[in-house]
């Protein structure tokens, strides 16, 4: 490592090299000169020390399904290939009855989790929801929810009214909600927000949910929706809240980075940011959350191939089987039309990368 070091030119990022080595907290500053002049290679170097520090040579994937329950949103954001309104042809919504036939396809197979997001329904709310997660959990006890964007939650809680953000939460997790995934965070500067969804809840409200949820004993994940308007102090600020919260509750199990696609939206003459860019970020995030246990490369999001790759720039959770039961992503033009993967063909690419498989359950146990 000493070689290493010596070789950097940089006074700065030397600086900041030998920081990471020693396991020393960057500043916000230092994380946005890591995005500026640090180099890929370095990058991967000081991603994989971090990495090895908190996970070894472990990567995660578990053996999930998805439940998308409907098309239809009250929002519109600027970027969401996927919602319509209620009133649009091409919107539709799946009954409970619909949902539980999803989960019964896999009575016979050994999947640990049902993961469910979708967009937020005009008229569906807490008591909807808590029906829905207690009928999944009636038929099959052991599988583990993990449901709904804190967008979501706002609106369903809010629906219902007479409860707090904490008692709603509390009523999802005795239906069995077991935790609760990273989306909705996009970009938390409330100036790119305000450009790219202004009418959704606000970064502080996502912020302020999952602290609660955290408090309830309810894990969740946190993501960022990168390449698009955004600039590079806007992602470490972005960043610099997560790790803020983490460091008070300890909540969050993974980062999630989700690169902007352009098919289907509004935004698409914004293109898209190239691979390396997004290993440059993955790196970044794994230096910079210094307290997060994982970092996720979504392959339904990312393609096979990148995530492969980004095992070397610091992320150890490539997610799960999937086995072909999300559109949201393939629908803003996702490099897998229809994500499944075997537990071989994951364990083949973890492996290939020269790292140990391993299998997880929804909170990161080994199976
Ligand atoms: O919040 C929407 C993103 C998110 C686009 O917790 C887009 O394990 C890129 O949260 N290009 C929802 N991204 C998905 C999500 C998620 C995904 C995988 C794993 C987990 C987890 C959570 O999808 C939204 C938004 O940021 N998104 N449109 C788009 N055009
Ligand atoms: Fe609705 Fe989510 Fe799409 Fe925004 S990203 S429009 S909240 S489905």
Request: hydrophobic content about 35%; charged content about 25%; proline content about 3%.
């Given at each position: 490592m000493k070689e290493i070091l010596d070789n950097i030119s940089n006074h700065d990022i030397r600086h900041i090299a030998d920081k990471v080595v020693s396991g020393i907290r960057l500043t916000s500053a230092e994380g946005l000169l890591l995005y500026t002049d640090a180099d890929l290679s370095l990058l991967s170097r000081l991603s994989g020390i971090v990495r090895r520090r908190i996970n070894n040579d472990s990567v995660f994937f578990n053996k999930n399904f998805h439940i998308?329950?409907?098309?239809?949103?009250v929002y519109n954001c600027r970027f969401c290939s996927y919602h319509k309104p209620a009133s649009d042809p091409e919107s539709w919504e799946y009954s409970h009855n619909e949902m539980l036939e999803i989960v019964k396809r896999f009575d016979n197979k050994d999947v640990t989790e049902v993961h469910i997001v979708g967009g937020v329904h005009p008229s569906h709310d807490l008591h909807y929801y808590c029906s829905l997660i207690g009928k999944i959990k009636n038929h099959r006890p052991s599988l583990h929810v993990k449901a709904f964007s804190a967008i979501e939650l706002d609106y369903m809680i809010k629906k219902a009214g007479g409860t707090t953000v904490e008692e709603g939460l509390e009523k999802l997790k005795e239906c069995g909600l077991g935790s609760i995934p990273g989306g909705g965070a996009e970009i938390f500067d409330e100036k790119v927000r305000a450009q790219i969804c202004d009418e959704k809840t606000s970064s502080a409200v996502w912020l302020s949910i999952h602290e609660a949820a955290h408090r309830t004993g309810i894990p969740s994940n946190a993501t960022m929706l990168y390449g698009h308007i955004e600039n590079y102090a806007h992602r470490i600020d972005h960043m610099e809240r997560i790790r803020e919260l983490q460091d008070r509750t300890g909540g969050f199990n993974a980062f999630i980075p989700l690169k902007f696609k352009k098919e289907n939206n509004i935004m698409s003459y914004l293109g898209e940011v190239s691979t390396i860019e997004d290993l440059r970020n993955y790196a970044v995030a794994r230096i910079y959350l210094d307290n997060m246990p994982h970092i996720k490369a979504y392959w339904p999001m990312t393609g096979k191939e990148v995530a492969q790759l980004s095992l070397l720039f610091g992320t150890d959770d490539i997610d799960g089987t999937i086995e072909d039961t999300t559109r949201i992503y393939s629908m803003a033009g996702a490099g897998e039309q229809n994500p499944v993967m075997t537990t071989a063909e994951i364990k083949k690419l973890i492996g290939e990368a020269g790292f140990e498989p391993v299998e997880r359950d929804s909170l990161y146990n080994r199976i």
């Amino acid at each position: 490592m000493k070689e290493i070091l010596d070789n950097i030119s940089n006074h700065d990022i030397r600086h900041i090299a030998d920081k990471v080595v020693s396991g020393i907290r960057l500043t916000s500053a230092e994380g946005l000169l890591l995005y500026t002049d640090a180099d890929l290679s370095l990058l991967s170097r000081l991603s994989g020390i971090v990495r090895r520090r908190i996970n070894n040579d472990s990567v995660f994937f578990n053996k999930n399904f998805h439940i998308e329950p409907t098309n239809k949103c009250v929002y519109n954001c600027r970027f969401c290939s996927y919602h319509k309104p209620a009133s649009d042809p091409e919107s539709w919504e799946y009954s409970h009855n619909e949902m539980l036939e999803i989960v019964k396809r896999f009575d016979n197979k050994d999947v640990t989790e049902v993961h469910i997001v979708g967009g937020v329904h005009p008229s569906h709310d807490l008591h909807y929801y808590c029906s829905l997660i207690g009928k999944i959990k009636n038929h099959r006890p052991s599988l583990h929810v993990k449901a709904f964007s804190a967008i979501e939650l706002d609106y369903m809680i809010k629906k219902a009214g007479g409860t707090t953000v904490e008692e709603g939460l509390e009523k999802l997790k005795e239906c069995g909600l077991g935790s609760i995934p990273g989306g909705g965070a996009e970009i938390f500067d409330e100036k790119v927000r305000a450009q790219i969804c202004d009418e959704k809840t606000s970064s502080a409200v996502w912020l302020s949910i999952h602290e609660a949820a955290h408090r309830t004993g309810i894990p969740s994940n946190a993501t960022m929706l990168y390449g698009h308007i955004e600039n590079y102090a806007h992602r470490i600020d972005h960043m610099e809240r997560i790790r803020e919260l983490q460091d008070r509750t300890g909540g969050f199990n993974a980062f999630i980075p989700l690169k902007f696609k352009k098919e289907n939206n509004i935004m698409s003459y914004l293109g898209e940011v190239s691979t390396i860019e997004d290993l440059r970020n993955y790196a970044v995030a794994r230096i910079y959350l210094d307290n997060m246990p994982h970092i996720k490369a979504y392959w339904p999001m990312t393609g096979k191939e990148v995530a492969q790759l980004s095992l070397l720039f610091g992320t150890d959770d490539i997610d799960g089987t999937i086995e072909d039961t999300t559109r949201i992503y393939s629908m803003a033009g996702a490099g897998e039309q229809n994500p499944v993967m075997t537990t071989a063909e994951i364990k083949k690419l973890i492996g290939e990368a020269g790292f140990e498989p391993v299998e997880r359950d929804s909170l990161y146990n080994r199976i």
